[in-house]
T-cell receptor, first 113, second 112 residues
Framework: ETGVTQTPRHLVMGMTNKKSLKCEQH?????MYWYKQSAKKPLELMFV???????ENNSVPSRFSPECPNSSHLFLHLHTLQPEDSALYLC????????????FGDGTRLSIL | SQQGEEDPQALSIQEGENATMNCSYK?????LQWYRQNSGRGLVHLIL?????REKHSGRLRVTLDTSKKSSSLLITASRAADTASYFC????????????FGEGTQLTVNP
């Protein structure tokens, strides 16, 4: 148990659907991260929030829209995704922005039909 | 841009043997970390070694860091089947203000 919970664990959606991924951390951390993990590629940092404010957006297409309503919750809203967006999406948290180590959830396995 | 690269990409050993994985990187770092990922799960932090440290131990894990060669190694002694997982190094890059950069990982299989 890492203290970071992601739901759903698996998601299959069509390219025209709208869905959301949810992440909740029970560690009292101030920073939260979204990563994309594709086969045979390093983890890609997508977004970073610190104290509910977005501090990094790493050239992520607008079809991915993050939301951080409070320091314990992080969402990733998905809309009009492409087949190449199929991947494992991992949420992580840390005590402060860019503090280490980061604590990861188990991810959402996303498949785009 | 900075990137940790693990070597080998895959490693298969027998239970009880030692496993060694290597990581190379390109720029100056504040620290280097190793994470483990079991199949279908998230990453779990194993150990962090700072740039002014040369060796660190945690249980059956031994990590070395050679900043002159920009490389690190992770040694798992007396391996167990439960050690089967992917292992990633992550570098805290000074130039990017402590952003973590992950490598592609080493897939370790420990056969019973």
């Amino acid at each position: 148990e890492t203290g970071v919970t992601q739901t759903p664990r698996h998601l299959v959606m069509g390219m025209t659907n709208k869905k959301s991924l949810k992440c909740e951390q029970h560690l009292g951390h101030n920073a939260m991260y979204w990563y994309k993990q594709s086969a045979k590629k390093p983890l890609e940092l997508m977004f970073v929030y610190s104290l509910e404010e977005r501090v990094e957006n790493n050239s992520v297409p607008s079809r991915f829209s993050p939301e951080c309503p409070n320091s314990s919750h992080l969402f990733l809203h998905l809309h009009t995704l492409q087949p190449e967006d199929s991947a494992l999406y991992l949420c992580a948290s840390s005590q402060e922005y860019r503090a280490q180590p980061q604590h990861f959830g188990d991810g959402t396995r996303l498949s785009i039909l | 841009s900075q990137q940790g690269e693990e070597d080998p990409q895959a490693l298969s050993i027998q239970e009880g043997e030692n496993a060694t994985m290597n990581c190379s990187y390109k720029t100056s770092i504040n620290n280097l970390q190793w994470y483990r990922q079991n199949s279908g799960r998230g990453l779990v932090h194993l150990i962090l070694i700072r740039s002014n440290e040369r060796e660190k131990h945690s249980g059956r894990l031994r990590v070395t860091l050679d900043t002159s060669k920009k490389s690190s190694s992770l040694l798992i002694t007396a391996s167990r089947a439960a050690d089967t997982a992917s292992y990633f190094c992550a570098t805290d890059d000074r130039a990017s203000g402590s952003r973590l950069t992950f490598g592609e990982g080493t897939q370790l299989t420990v056969n019973p």
